[in-house]
Structure formats: C-alpha cells, structure tokens
Nanobody, 122 residues
Framework: QVQLAESGGGLVQAGGSLRLSCAAS???????????MAWYRQAPGKQRELVAS???????HYADSVKGRFTVSSNNAKNAVFLQMNSLKPEDTAVYYC?????????????WGQGTQVTVSS
C-alpha cells in the first residue's frame, strides 16, 4: 500500500504564495515504484481537474490556468512531489489532492492523498 501525505495548504490573500508538499510512503517500500505524481484540485461544484504532473523522467505538465504561476517538482528519490504556487488567485481555491501512479510488484495503482485545502481570499 502506498500512502500519500499532503501538507502546506492554508489561507492566503490573492497574490500570495503557498507551497504544497506530498510524501509517498509504503509498507514495503522496496517493491514500490512511483511512475509519476501529480496534483489535482477540486473546487466546490466543479469536477476534479489536473493541475500539474511530473513523470519519472521529470517531464512536467501544467493546466493552462496555472501556467507561469505554479511549479511542480519532485525529489531525487521520486517519492515526493511539491507544488509551488505563486500569484494565487481566488479561483485557485480548492481542495488539492496529491496523486501517484505506482507499481507494486506486478500491479499498478492510482493512489490519492486525503487532500489539503487551499483558500485564496480577494
């Protein structure tokens, strides 16, 4: 089993910054391989959407709405993902979820964190 623990959410005024962190852990870590990791978000009344992703070769992708403002990165071990959010806007308000696509033995799994609230006030 892969556990994802998010941190860094909070309340910030428009134009401010937050840095989200997500650390992956596993009961049997030596048989778990993280293929890629990502951040999703879900605002009230909206579908969950992909915000940013990073693959094992460090290829990144960003939603158009956050390009130029957000930066996704991972650690050297590829078991943690970070989201630096700058120039935050009220429309960025959402619950942000860490995601990992992981291989455990011969199985692949979609793993989700519990979510962390980001609230941007005007």
């Amino acid at each position: 089993q892969v556990q994802l623990a998010e941190s860094g959410g909070g309340l910030v005024q428009a134009g401010g910054s937050l840095r989200l962190s997500c650390a992956a852990s596993a009961t049997i870590s030596n048989i778990v391989v993280i293929i890629d990791m990502a951040w999703y978000r879900q605002a009230p009344g909206k579908q969950r959407e992909l915000v940013a992703s990073i693959t094992s070769d460090s290829t990144t992708h960003y939603a158009d709405s956050v390009k130029g403002r957000f930066t996704v990165s991972s650690n050297n071990a590829k078991n943690a993902v970070f989201l630096q959010m700058n120039s935050l806007k009220p429309e960025d308000t959402a619950v942000y979820y860490c995601y990992a696509h992981a291989r455990i033995l011969f199985e692949t799994r979609d793993c989700w964190g519990q979510g962390t609230q980001v609230t941007v006030s005007s």
